[in-house]
């Protein structure tokens, strides 16, 4: 994302994404790439208010739950300093991008 200032061109994502995955619809609104989109646009980045109130926010917060596989591998990839439970908060592990002292 960094390196691209954004997710890249659709045929750039075509190299990397498989065919089928969410990303490479662009032509909704409502999706995850729009939300993406729009957090790491140039011109502005969108309030929390903004990315919560995303219809792709909402239906993963009101309406979609995971299953149990996914709900597995969450939790075996959570951090054991963060709390489980909390349903505002999110952990994402930027561990390739990030060099915090003291940890590897």
Same mark, same amino acid.
Not at 11 to 36: T, Y
Not at 66 to 90: I, M, N, W
């Given at each position: 994302?960094?390196? &691209?200032?954004? !997710?890249?061109?659709?045929? @750039?994502?075509?190299?990397? *994404?498989?065919?089928?995955?969410?990303? !490479?619809?662009?032509?909704?609104?409502?999706?995850?790439?729009?939300? *993406?989109?729009?957090?790491?646009?140039?011109?502005?980045?969108? +309030?929390?208010?903004?990315?919560?109130? &995303?219809? %792709?926010?909402? +239906?993963?917060?009101?309406?979609?739950?995971?299953?149990? =596989?996914?709900? =597995?591998? *969450?939790?075996? *990839?959570?951090? @054991?300093?963060?709390?489980?439970?909390?349903a505002l908060f999110? %952990?994402?592990?930027?561990?390739?991008?990030?060099?915090?002292?003291?940890?590897?």
């Amino acid at each position: 994302v960094f390196r &691209h200032r954004g !997710l890249g061109s659709q045929v @750039q994502l075509e190299k990397v *994404l498989p065919r089928g995955h969410c990303l !490479l619809d662009n032509s909704s609104c409502e999706g995850p790439r729009d939300l *993406l989109n729009r957090i790491f646009s140039a011109e502005r980045s969108p +309030s929390i208010a903004e990315v919560l109130a &995303h219809p %792709w926010v909402q +239906s993963a917060r009101f309406g979609r739950s995971l299953d149990a =596989k996914a709900e =597995k591998v *969450l939790e075996e *990839l959570r951090p @054991q300093s963060v709390q489980t439970g909390g349903a505002l908060f999110a %952990w994402i592990p930027l561990t390739g991008c990030l060099n915090i002292e003291g940890q590897s």
